[in-house]
């Protein structure tokens, strides 16, 4: 996630350049043909291309307006998460802390199963965010989980889903051992339905991009914009004995609608790994951070900071 607020004029144009070149191209091809001085090369009126560019304007918009939303429900969900996750810890570690004044309490399955809950739910964090964004970083979860556990999960096609199938499992174990009782089972079964609810928001977003025919449609009324307009200003230009001025004009505008184009275009999927993403590992890490001190650990992961202005 970009979190700078002032950007590298060259880097903006490095990421712009098939667009600058396009109107670079089309633009200078008109200067060069009026800067013949042949009075009878065709133009267009200025309107045809001021409306083009008011209905692109206005379908750029919508677009736009369309991908934050998906960028920001995915951010929405994944605010879930972390609070779930922080929910599910206190839940574990409190509601078997509080069995201790019962006969059959022993401290060491109780604080058995605070770690393997606390380090599930850490391991399902990293999990899910790995398989959003479709990275092969299953071994940094070995040392959250048993050998067993890990095996399972590498085996399964739906990680995180294995996970939390594993949690329930904790779960049932430990009513069954007495360190969890009575309705302490539907307690801690409450944070881990609005994980799995997170989830299937996050896969949902992630397999059902935004209707191509907008990127489509987006992409060929912006080279039609950008072939266009030269041809609308070159006649007045040149008239004005300005013809050179059709080229910088011509580039500036053209560029305003590519950059609100490519807004709405990097946001339309928020987990794909670019620098526009949600922050997936600062936030896992943030949680990770968070659950174990919910059992008492004080060397914690360091906070992940941000590199170049963007946070990862």
């Not at 078997?96 to 401290?107: E, I, M, Q, T």
Request: with cysteine.
């Amino acid at each position: 996630m970009l979190i700078k607020k002032q950007f590298n004029p060259l880097t903006v144009a490095r990421y712009m350049r098939v667009d600058l070149a396009l109107a670079i191209l089309f633009s200078g091809a008109v200067w060069a043909l009026y800067s013949t001085g042949n009075e009878t090369l065709p133009g267009i009126p200025f309107s045809i291309p001021a409306t083009l560019g008011s209905a692109l304007a206005i379908f750029i918009a919508f677009r736009n307006q369309s991908s934050y939303a998906r960028w920001w429900e995915a951010r929405t969900a994944w605010g879930t998460i972390s609070a779930s996750s922080r929910v599910l810890a206190r839940l574990a570690v409190t509601l078997s802390n509080a069995h201790r004044g019962k006969s059959n309490f022993r401290d060491d399955h109780t604080k058995a199963f605070q770690s393997a809950m606390v380090r599930l739910q850490v391991a399902w964090c990293y999990a899910l965010a790995f398989q959003l964004r479709r990275h092969d970083r299953w071994e940094e979860l070995r040392p959250l989980l048993a050998a067993a556990d890990y095996d399972r999960m590498m085996r399964s096609s739906n990680r995180p889903v294995t996970l939390q199938l594993i949690q329930g499992e904790q779960i049932y174990e430990a009513m069954e051992s007495g360190v969890l009782v009575g309705f302490d089972s539907v307690q801690v079964e409450g944070p881990l339905n609005a994980l799995a609810l997170a989830q299937g928001t996050c896969e949902r977003i992630r397999d059902t991009p935004l209707l191509r025919q907008y990127h489509y449609f987006t992409r060929m009324f912006l080279v039609v914009f950008m072939m266009a307009f030269p041809l609308g200003i070159a006649a007045d230009f040149n008239h004005l004995h300005l013809g050179w001025a059709i080229v910088p004009v011509s580039v500036l505008v053209s560029f305003v609608f590519a950059v609100m184009a490519r807004v709405g275009e990097v946001n339309e999927d928020p987990f794909k790994g670019t620098i526009t993403d949600i922050p997936l590992n600062a936030l896992c890490r943030s949680i990770e951070r968070d659950m174990l001190e919910t059992l008492g650990e004080n060397q914690l992961p360091p906070l992940a900071e941000p590199a170049r202005g963007i946070l990862d």
